[in-house]
């Protein structure tokens, strides 16, 4: 949005601010498509606050079996590349009622420079280098007024790390490769847990001004 808030965030906060009463109505209007696709097509993506801007394309998306009737499950696939470096692909299963799904989001060679400016008001260094995978497997779900997200057993690697001052070309850390497995969290409290973490390849160089004192 506008003021820099991420619209899914705010949405996810607001259904369980505002826990919806029951509904009057005992059915969905009936629906049923077969089949939905979305072939070669194009996301353009502009975050006007960060000065993050990207394209996913070509983005192919196919929906099969969608049905508003109950315990009924869709099927569908995404897969996009992006032109900042890397590739999205998602697969899973949905279903509207009741509503709940799950499925896998899969990261493929991510850049990392381009979105380093998520991180300008955390640090002063800067994401030279680097990329990122990740395996997440999710599931979702909402009932009586309440909405839960979760994941289980995901995975994430970052390899070819780079870190430099701003305004320099030289960097001072280097990690070659950093792993975290088993990843399990609850998206809606925001608390995630790592089974694993491991770390390999890693230099850091340090420096000390001339007649700094007591500089730390």
């Known amino acids: 949005s506008p003021d820099g808030k991420f619209n899914i965030a705010e949405l ?9 009463e029951a509904s009057t109505h005992s059915s ?13 097509g194009k996301v353009e993506v502009h975050d006007r606050r960060a000065g993050y801007d990207n394209v996913l394309s070509p983005l192919d998306f196919t929906v099969l079996n ?10 569908h696939t995404l ?4 032109a900042a470096g890397g590739k999205l692909r998602w697969k899973g299963k949905t279903q509207v009622n009741p509503i709940h799904g799950s499925g896998e989001l899969t990261l493929e060679n991510v ?25 997440l ?8 007024g309440r909405f839960a997200a979760n994941v289980a057993g995901a995975k994430l690697s970052l390899s ?14 280097t990690l070659s490769d950093l792993q975290l497995t088993g990843i399990d969290g609850d998206l809606v409290s925001r608390q995630l847990q790592a089974a694993e973490v491991r770390a390999s390849g890693g230099t ?12 730390v």
């Open 160 to 173: 070819n790390l780079a870190l430099a001052r701003e305004g320099q070309t030289d960097s001072f850390a």
């Open 66 to 75: 969608f049905s508003t009737l109950p315990d009924q499950d869709d099927s």
């Open 28 to 40: 969905l209007p009936r629906l049923v498509v077969e089949r939905l696709a979305l072939a070669q």
């Open 204 to 215: 850091l160089a340090t420096f000390q001004p001339i007649n700094a004192g007591n500089y």
């Open 12 to 20: 996810l906060a607001t259904l369980n601010r505002r826990p919806r």
């Open 137 to 144: 497997p999710y599931s979702f779900s909402y009932a009586d």
């Open 79 to 82: 897969s996009a590349d992006s």
């Open 111 to 135: 850049s990392l420079p381009p979105i380093a400016v998520y991180l300008k008001s955390y640090t002063r260094a800067r994401l030279a280098a680097g990329q990122l995978s990740a395996t």
